[in-house]
């Protein structure tokens, strides 16, 4: 086990988990962050190194990026190992890649220390805390420990479906429905919950129509969100239908969907230019199972209103791991922010800062 002992290590590397460096850098903590293991298991669920974001198109709402070119920006500010890799930019904003290149490289530009690895196993239950990380027998030892691992939405696993990703297969309605695509064109959403309601209410401000396909014949969501639903004249609800593939080419992404009925042997075929998924999502949280308190979803749990403790005195969490409600970039880095403030003045409270 290693001897060194960290002020504080960051497991993370979405929008979370690099504003909770920079300013952990900024406080010179010089921490040490964890991005995640480049692995194509990892990939596939949507939990690479740089979070979610990196694998979404443009992003419109990330305030202070309004559409522009910036190729010349990137250019100058990412280093020119990564830069060269980089997609070519599109001059329309920024994309979630570029947004979290960005991100990395400010951190580092501070002093982070970034280590391209998972943390696969946790022991809280003393002080100084100790974390192990897939590659390697050593354990690290670590004063404080923020938690900024993130959620992955859940899709329906279809070989077509993640042929289209980006291309018209989405899990976020707010992050993607205004996009140039889906406007004033048909919009698909799938799920029976609040979330799907939303989602679909959603999109009606901008698609010509939104199918809200359910696999039964009754919503699980709330009366309130129902009635919404249902007086939504934008909104055609599918009932007792499933989807069976993601219709599309590779000159236009998505054109539609194939649905099979769950009471009889018919199929249908809607056409749509967008295909939305709003059937949860799970918290990358395996690994902190009985170490951290969380809800019944696995989100791990606030502890002090307003503030990213845990359970754990010393251990704080940001982003999507614990946030189960609102799930966009900008709140995830917020919270990033207020975790590493929140460590900072932890450590100084303890007398190891």
Known sequence: MSEKIENVIIVGSGPA?????IYAARANLKPLLFEGAALQEHYDLGRGP????????????F???PSGDLSGYLDNAIDESLRQYMAPHQKHGVSGPELMELMRQQAKNFGTRVVTDDIVEVDFSQKPFKLKPREGEEWLKARSVIIATGARANYLGLESEGKFKNRGVSACAVCD??????????????????SAIEEADYLSKYSSVVYLVHRRDKFRASQAMVDRAMENKKIEVVWNHVVTEV?????NGVTGAMLESTVDDSTKQLDASGFF?????????????????????????????FRTNTSVDGVFA???????????AITAAGTGC????????????????
């Open 17 to 21: 988990g690099w504003t909770a460096a």
């Open 50 to 61: 740089l979070g979610q974001l990196a694998m979404t198109t443009e992003v419109e709402n």
């Open 63 to 65: 305030p202070g990026f």
């Open 177 to 194: 429905g205004a996009l140039p695509r889906f406007r004033n064109n048909p919009c698909i959403v799938v799920g029976g919950g609040d």
């Open 247 to 251: 219709l599309g080419d590779d000159q």
């Open 277 to 305: 998924l709003a059937i949860g999502h799970t918290p990358n949280t395996d690994f902190l199972k009985g170490k951290l308190d969380m809800n019944n979803a696995g989100y791990l749990k606030w502890t002090v209103p």
């Open 318 to 328: 940001a982003g999507d791991v614990a946030d189960d409600y609102y799930r966009q």
């Open 338 to 353: 207020m975790s590493a403030l929140d460590a900072e003045r932890w450590l100084a409270s303890q007398g190891l800062h």
